[in-house]
């Protein structure tokens, strides 16, 4: 009995596959099938030998305060490679003297965009968190030649980076691909979504994704001026362009 389900299962799904061969080429013939086969013959480049994805293909988006990055400097700077890692600190207002020089152990700094016009024309309740999301904008910006992954982070996130490249190159990075962390809280996934990437864990986005996001932010900011966390307002923007969660267990927001 259970072999005759089995069989018939089979059955079931070569006569399917029968059909769509058999059926699809009179079904109007779309172009995009001709592309798909072409694009089906290479193989996609994180599969092509000496293309792996390494530390040079992740920029690193962080965001804090001037004000408390002498507290926080020390968890950026565990895991920061200086001159290795990719990306830039985005502080609030120009760094204090007692910050200065810059220490070399530390990402670039770099100074947020002047949002005002942007937070008086869409009457966004959450400023800050506009600054945060706006950072996308600013980091794809600098840094998009030979970038796979933009990883938006806190200033006190801590990344375990030859972790994340082993984990990101198993992913394509030429699709459009956001993977986060639920949050550890389950009330906070019952509040926001679980289908949300938390701050903290790090809010990670292909190319692909990145580049839409970062030509598309502002008008999100406009649609969605009553979001109060940059995460959830990420989160909304990226399932507009029907990309939704991938969620990575192991990505921690502690
Ligand atoms: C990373 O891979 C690129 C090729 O995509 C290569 O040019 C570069 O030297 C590699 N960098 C490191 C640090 O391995
Ligand atoms: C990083 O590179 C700059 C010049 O490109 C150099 O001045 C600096 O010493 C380097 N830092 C480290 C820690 O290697």
Redesign the pocket.
């Known amino acids: 009995m259970v072999s005759l389900t089995t069989n018939f299962k089979a059955l079931a799904f070569s006569a399917s596959i029968f059909m769509v061969f058999v059926f699809f080429p009179f079904i109007n013939k779309p172009i995009s099938l001709q592309t798909n086969f072409i694009h089906l013959a290479t193989p996609p480049l994180s599969q092509q030998p000496n293309d792996a994805t390494n530390i040079s293909h992740l920029v690193f988006g962080l965001v804090g305060s001037t004000k408390a990055w002498r507290y926080r400097k020390s968890y950026t700077e565990s895991w920061w490679r ?2 290795v890692t990719r990306g830039y600190l985005y502080l609030d207002t120009p760094p204090t003297q007692d910050l200065l020089p810059w220490s ?2 530390s990402p670039p700094f770099r100074i947020s965009d002047d949002n005002t016009k942007l937070l008086e024309e869409t009457k966004h309740v959450a400023p800050i968190m506009v600054r945060m999301v706006h950072a996308v904008i600013e980091v794809f910006r600098e840094e998009h030649e030979n970038v796979r992954w933009y990883i938006m982070g806190d200033d006190d996130s801590v990344f375990f980076v030859d972790n994340m490249v082993d984990v990101l190159s198993k992913y394509d990075h030429t699709k459009y691909i956001y993977i986060g962390g639920h949050s550890e809280c389950i009330t906070s996934n019952q509040a926001f979504s679980y289908d949300m990437g938390f701050g903290g864990a790090g809010l990670i986005m292909s190319y692909p994704l990145a580049k839409m996001v970062q030509k598309n932010i502002e008008d999100c900011f406009r649609r969605y001026p009553y979001l109060t966390s940059a995460d959830h307002i990420l989160m909304t923007c990226v399932n507009d362009f029907g990309v939704s969660v991938t969620s990575h267990q192991g990505l921690h927001q502690v």
């Open positions: 200086p001159n070399q152990k």
